[in-house]
Structures are given as C-alpha cells and as structure tokens.
C-alpha cells in the first residue's frame, strides 16, 4: 500500500470522499475557536492596542499562500515525472485558493499597517515579494484558463510553476537588497529568542492549524469538482458518439 | 545553428521584423517620461536609471513575439524541432539572435536617451554595462514566455502577465547598478548580482524553453 495508490482518481475520490468533512469541519471549529480566542480572550498588547489581534487573520493567512505555492510545485513536479492526473488538478486546485489567502494577508496587512505605520502600503521587502507573490499566481491561474487542451495546460502550468518557483525566491531576495525593510522580522521561528508571547502564540497556533485545514479541504473539494467535472465531459462525448 | 542566427538577424532586419520599431519604442517611451513627470532636471535626474531600464524592458517585451510565433505560423519551427541539432541549442541561438537585434542596440542608444531625461554623466558608463549585462537575461527569460505561449491565438498579453514578474530581479539589480553609479556609490555589487542572474538563466532557462516548445508542438 504506498502513496502512489491514490494517483487512481477512483481511490482518491474514495479516499478524498471519506477525509474531506473531517477537514472541513476541522478548519470550520479551528478557525472560529482560533478567532475567538485571539480576539475576545487575549490581552491587548501595551503598544499596540487592540489592532495586535489582526494577526490571527495576517499571519494564517500569509503561511497558507507561501504553502500554498510550494504544494503547487510539490504537485507540478509528480506531475512532470510519474504523469498522475490527480497531481495535476491539485496544482490547479491550489492555485485560486493560495491567490486568495495572498489577498487576506496583504489587506490584514494593509489594514494593519494604516493606524500602526501610518501608511496603508510600504514598499517593504516582505511586502513587495508577496505582491509578487501575487502576480506569479495571477500569471499561473491565466496560464491555465488560456490553454483548451488539458494535457497540455498540465505541462505549461508545471513548467512555469518550477521556473517561477526559482524567480519567485529570487525576487525575495533582490527586493531586499533593494528596500530596507519596514516589517517585523520573524516572531515565530522554532529557535528564536523573541517569539511572541505564549497568550499570543497559542490562539494563533490553532488559528494557523484551522487556515492549513481549510486550504486543504477546498483543494481536495475543488479538484473532486474537476475530478468529476472530466468524467461528465468523457460521458458527454461519448452520448454524442453513439 | 549559425545559419539558424544568421537567418534570424537577416529576418529581424530584411524584413521590417521590427528590428528599428523597438528602438524606436524605447525612445517614445523616454520622451513619454517628462510630459508625465514633469521637465524639472532634479526629478528627471533621480528618476532616469530606472525609467530608462523599464524602457528597455517594455521594449524588449514588445519584441518578444517574433522569436517564436512567426516560425510556428509557416511552420519552420516543426522544422527546427525535427533537425539533427538540438531543440535546447535552437530556443537558445533564438534567444542570443533576439539579444543581437534587440538587446545589444538598445543598450548602445540607452546613453543617447540618458541625456534627454538628464541622466548623471557619471552613470553613462554604469547605463550602457548594466544594460549589456542585463539584457541576454530579459531575453532568454522572454524566449521561455514565448516558448509557453506559442501555441495561442493571442497570446500577447498573456506573455507579459507571465513574463514581467519574471523581469523582478533583473529590473532590481539593473536599475540599482546605475542609480548607484550616478550617485558614486559602490555599483559593482548590484552589476555583479545583475551578472550572476544573467549567466545563470542562461545556462539554465533554454532548457526550459526547449521543454516548453516540446510541448505545445506535440
């Protein structure tokens, strides 16, 4: 029983089937006792006041469309080298959710950065690479909606998300090089001294496990949809065969 | 393939292959930049290196076309697929025929334009290296978006969507090189970072341009 099993749409419809209310419902209780906690049950913050609390939303948000892409390029990559369908739909899947959660964390940001910085957009690096972040998503969900062939998309899409995945790490970079930057750095790594305080960091934990279940159900419900969406094309093309 | 790069130059500049029209884009696009800015030297001074590096990008974008739709359409590019040498070797001679009629010119007229937008003199220099270093990378990064949209009807727009966020760094790297050579700061590092992204798309990107082309002309 390996991995590979579930590359048969008719496994992965079964299997997806059984785990996709377990998600749902995961993400659903999650994000709302997430949000709950954060918003209603935790301290303000001496500085910052009460606006500290966006972060429940930002930073889920922020970890999802960053994943979102690399799972893109996890499933583009299987699909360029073991040529499993499902594989592909999930890359395809993923993209419009991840554009989603790119938006969510620039407006959070946004409405964040309005009374904190003073300003509701800064050319900052981490601002401007998930900007950019932004346009290599605009440019692969184009990509895929230009070609009619599917397979075809398949394989443009894959070749464009591995050489955007390389650009896209590259701009990060460049961009600081460019631009001091005005964002906090990280608050969250496993090693680091200043992390956020614990009140802060436990709502947010199951406010981020809550954002990664969600991006996982709505992949799996919308590539089931594509899923389903081929086989009524095949039926249909063969009622008009015969 | 050096008949393949010379039969590409004498295409771009025989045939109205819009050889001269890039040129002529770029210097439209340098003139644009005062009636929307303003004439004051001040502003036009700090704001020169980088509108003359988004000049010659736009024009490189515009260009960018007629590396591969012309050859699908009369379809020598079936041609170039199935010949002894290569399809790795074709997107980049294809590329490097591109940077010949595009790249290069632009970046010995940039210097012209400089003065219009009244550019540091100091910066000439740094103008003229970061474009000739920067532009095999707009290139052979246009060639692959290209190579991705071959097989559309139109597929103008969707090129630029794909291929200008993919000009992020070298727009970056280039710009800076000559904002910081007009101002006398150290300019080798961003000119030295514009070298490595354009040496290493070039060993790289043909690949992926050659596996592009493989696919939209199965």
């Known amino acids: ?242 | 393939m050096r008949a393949l790069l010379l039969r590409d130059l004498r295409l771009a500049v025989r045939s109205g292959g819009g050889f001269g029209l890039s040129l002529a884009f770029f210097l439209i696009v340098t003139v644009l930049i005062p009636f929307g800015v303003g004439p004051e030297p001040g502003v036009l001074a700090r704001i020169a290196p980088g509108a003359l590096w988004i000049g010659a990008l736009l024009a490189v974008l515009l260009s960018l076309d007629r590396i591969f739709a012309l050859d699908r359409e009369d379809g020598t590019l079936d041609l170039l697929a199935t010949a002894p040498i290569p399809l790795e070797a074709v997107a980049a001679t294809k590329a490097l025929a591109h940077w010949l009629t595009t790249g290069l010119p632009l970046a010995l007229v940039a210097p012209g334009l400089g003065v219009l937008l009244n550019l540091a003199p100091a910066a000439t220099g740094w103008l003229i290296g970061s474009l000739l270093l920067g532009t095999p990378a707009l290139s052979v990064i246009g060639a692959f978006g290209a190579a991705l949209t071959v097989g559309l009807k139109r597929g103008g727009l969707l090129m630029s969507l794909l291929v200008l966020p993919l000009y992020v760094p070298t727009l970056i790297f280039g710009a800076l090189a000559v904002g910081r050579g007009g101002a006398g700061a150290d300019a080798a590092t961003p000119l030295m970072m514009l070298a490595g992204v354009s040496l290493g798309t070039v060993a790289v990107l043909p690949f992926a341009t050659a596996a592009a082309l493989r696919i939209n002309l199965r």
Request: charged share 15%; aromatic share 14%.
């Open chain 1, 1 to 242: 029983m390996s991995l590979w099993e579930y590359a048969n749409p008719v496994r992965f419809m079964a299997l997806s089937g059984r785990v996709l209310p377990w998600l749902a419902w995961g993400a659903g209780l999650c994000i709302a006792a997430g949000l709950f906690w954060g918003f209603f049950l935790t301290p303000e913050d001496y500085r910052q006041g009460s606006t500290v609390k966006i972060i429940y939303l930002h930073v889920p948000a922020a970890l999802v469309a960053i994943n979102g892409w690399l799972a893109m390029l996890v499933a583009s990559l299987i699909w360029l080298v073991r040529r499993h369908h499902v594989s592909a739909l999930v890359a395809r899947a993923a993209a419009p959710v991840g554009m989603v959660m790119t938006v969510i964390a620039l407006a959070t940001g946004a409405i964040w950065g309005q009374p904190m910085w003073g300003t509701w957009w800064a050319w900052d690096p981490r601002l401007t690479s998930f900007l950019i972040l932004f346009l290599f998503y605009l440019g692969y969900i184009a990509l895929w909606s230009a070609i009619e062939e599917p397979e075809t998309a398949a394989d443009l899409t894959g070749v464009l998300c591995l050489v955007g995945s390389v650009f896209a790490i590259l701009s990060r970079y460049a961009v600081n090089f460019w631009n001091q930057g005005l964002h906090q750095g990280a608050s969250l790594s496993l090693d680091a001294k200043e992390n956020v305080a614990d009140v802060f960091w436990w709502p947010l934990l199951v406010s981020m496990a809550g954002f990664v279940m969600l991006f996982l159900a709505l992949v799996l419900a919308r590539t089931r949809t594509e899923i389903r969406a081929r086989r009524l094309h095949v039926l249909r093309l063969r009622e008009r065969m015969e």
